[in-house]
């Protein structure tokens, strides 16, 4: 190569190294919405859960899931091209999913904390209320008391009554003493006066009590309610964490829970034979006893298949693996089969794509509420 050549490609190489970077290199490249969505999650548990030194552990496991997640995505993300290799896009969903659902946990676990000290601090309002009323029915019984007493005192003056009249009768007769006797009818009248005022004060403050006490009821009764509600909303936050325990991915619906659980875990499937593996049959088992532990929930199992050979992934296939686990599942919990439903899928619901056969077959346990 002539000197004079080379001397221009080089100079060449100089202008183009001194020329800035393409903005699609220098800028960083926007994570996935299911990893944003991690990091929101695991941020928003840590600041709900941060408050109790209980869910310390809990809060680690979820911040550790999400820094494997976000190590995996950068560790795989190209140089040039600024994407995610398609590879390693399912590892880094599967541990943002894990992070996701150890932030619910949290959350779940902050929130029954929250219910039972709030439980704590109204059974006590409830005690205090019950003491004011157990005060006012004291009260109740000072003012029938009092009651009491007017009636004595309208009943004496009834009797004082009866004596002026007496008084008068003699004076009529006898004509005397009139200037002493009319000073002794004018002060019996202002007594008499007087006490009709205490007795109309003593039926006001009756009044005023009886009408208290009727509030103190009616806020004792929201209170009873209250009470009753917080009960209700814990049981649920213990059920979605003791679903949660089977480890799949829930999901909340509408009529209550939905967990997936890959096939392969529950079932060994061959061209003869359907039977449980030993996770299936553990699984099975915490299903059944979720099931007593909350009677209001029935179930139904939902079976799906995906790829090769279409036969032994079809509907009539997966209804077939489907009723094998809801007799598995009748047998263990002897519930009545009202409880239990079952359906094979086949290959018309994918959540996957095509390369991630396993991934889409998979067993459904959704958790309706009767």
Known sequence: MRPNNLICILLIAALLLSLPLPSAWSKEPARPDYLENANTQVA?????????????????????????????????????????????????????????????????KAGAIYQDKERIRLEGLILDTKAKIKVFDDLAAKVKALKTQTADQVSQIASLNAKVASLDAELSAKGSAITSSDQKTAELLKA?????????????????????????????????????????????????????????????????????????????????????TVDGDSTLSKVADLIKTYPEYHIKIRVHGFGQPTRSEDASATDQMARFMREALLTKGKFEPSMVEALGIGAAEPIFPKKNVEGNRRVEFIFVKK
Request: charged letters at 25%; a positive charge; hydrophobic letters at 40%.
């Open 192 to 276: 008499l006066e007087e006490q009709k005022k205490a007795t109309a004060s003593s039926e006001q403050r009756v009044s005023a009590l009886s009408q208290e006490l009727e509030g103190l009821k009616q806020q004792m009764a929201k209170l009873q309610t209250t009470s009753e509600q917080l009960s209700a909303e814990r049981r649920l936050k213990a059920f979605e964490a003791d679903v949660g325990k089977l480890g799949g991915i829930v999901k909340a619906t509408a009529t209550g829970l939905t967990i997936t659980l890959p096939r392969s875990r529950m079932l060994k499937v061959t061209g003869k034979s359907t039977t449980l």
């Open 44 to 108: 928003n548990a840590s600041s709900v859960g941060g408050k109790y030194a209980e869910l310390a552990d809990d809060i680690l496991i979820a911040r550790n899931a999400l820094r494997t997640a976000n190590s995996e995505y950068e560790k795989n993300l190209g140089t040039f091209s600024g994407k995610l290799d398609p590879k390693a896009e399912s590892t880094v969903r599967q541990l943002a999913d894990m992070a996701i659902l150890q932030a619910a946990l949290v959350s779940a």
